[in-house]
């Protein structure tokens, strides 16, 4: 499932005083930074982010605004509406932009009457993608410490330690739980688990290459 999020993060400063009777110089730079990323819902219902990465370089804009435009909401929004058509084409996005920034300067130029002040308007467009998989049936898994990406399956170490307990008689009535094949008489060598659970040792061990966890347990 793919989805966009919006971010718009608003500061400003005080350049300097100016004459009460002249308007004050509003400047406004726009920047548009884009990234990418990745997630995954764990077990537990949490957001896993598996990859991270910008997907452009930052852009920006610089604008210097009509204090005439600052009187009111509507008036402020269709002149910033009509800068940033140029190179906002999304409307949707030019629509969410203006009405932010708009309420913005005009509750700056309400409050600082006679102040210039510069305004950065940082908008982060973030593109995710959130696998829609169960997580049970990931071939990887997610360290809890230090978040890393880490195989599901079990060592190399782990599969040769099973051939310290191969045996091939097993009790009547038994069967392979992956194979669901009867133990007893079988003609392949057996193995049992640390946690005593017996099976094929051919089953077993294409089993632990996938998943690192007994399949009975």
Request: net charge neutral; aromatic share 12%; with cysteine.
């Amino acid at each position: 499932m793919s989805a966009r999020r919006i971010e718009v993060n608003l500061n400003s400063s005080i350049s300097k005083f100016l004459n009460p009777a002249q308007p004050p110089n509003l400047f406004l730079e726009l920047r548009f930074h884009f990234n990418y990323r990745k997630l995954l819902r764990n077990l537990a219902g949490e957001l896993i982010e598996m990859e991270a990465y910008p997907t452009a370089p930052t852009s920006s804009f610089p604008f210097q605004i009509q204090p005439l435009r600052l009187l009111d909401l509507p008036l402020c929004r269709r002149h910033l509406d009509e800068l940033f058509s140029c190179f906002v084409f999304d409307y949707q996005l030019r629509e969410f932009l203006t009405y932010r920034i708009a309420n913005f300067l005009i509750f700056l130029a309400n409050r600082r009457p006679f102040l210039g002040f510069p305004v950065v308007a940082d908008v982060n467009i973030i593109h995710e993608d959130l696998l829609d998989v169960n997580p049970i049936d990931l071939t990887m898994i997610m360290d809890e410490v230090s978040q890393e990406v880490i195989p599901r399956s079990a060592s190399s170490s782990v599969l040769n330690q099973l051939r310290k307990w191969r045996f091939f008689a097993a009790k009547e009535g038994a069967d392979c739980a992956i194979c669901l094949e009867e133990l007893s008489g079988a003609r392949f060598p057996l193995t049992k688990m640390p946690c005593s659970h017996i099976f094929h040792e051919r089953c077993i061990s294409l089993w632990l290459k996938v998943r690192k966890s007994c399949p009975s347990c």
